[in-house]
């Protein structure tokens, strides 16, 4: 069983910013395609950003430009590095690991930009 540890959440200001991380628990990491998605309050989860294991990108267009997905497979790490927030980015931030047919989950971090 694989564990993903998120943390970086809290409250900011638009216009202000937040770095995210997920740390994996297996050496997996390092082959495995790594995800963030966000769950509004009321909305389904969706995709946010995702880089596989050779390093390709992959951003939903509302935060192209705004945010940069980085992995550091040293450190078993994903980041998120989320600028020029905007409140309608509020929501819970998932971390999801792909491997396969393989999926896992993190517990989640809380995200919310006042206006």
């Known amino acids: 069983q694989v564990h993903l540890v998120e943390s970086g959440g809290g409250l900011v200001q638009a216009g202000g910013s937040l770095r995210l991380s997920c740390t994996a628990s297996e050496s997996i990491f390092s082959i495995s395609a790594m995800g963030w998605y966000c769950q509004a309050p009321g909305k389904q989860r969706e995709l946010v950003a995702t880089?596989?294991?050779?390093?390709?990108?992959n951003y939903a267009d509302s935060v192209k430009g705004r945010f940069t997905i980085s992995r550091d497979n040293a450190k078993n790490t994903v980041y998120l590095q989320m600028n020029s927030l905007k409140p309608e980015d509020t929501g819970v931030y998932y971390c999801?690991?792909?491997?396969?047919?393989?999926?896992?989950w993190g517990q989640g971090t809380q995200v919310t930009v006042s206006s």
């Open positions: 880089i596989t294991s050779g390093g390709s990108k």
């Open positions: 999801n690991l792909a491997l396969g047919v393989r999926r896992y």
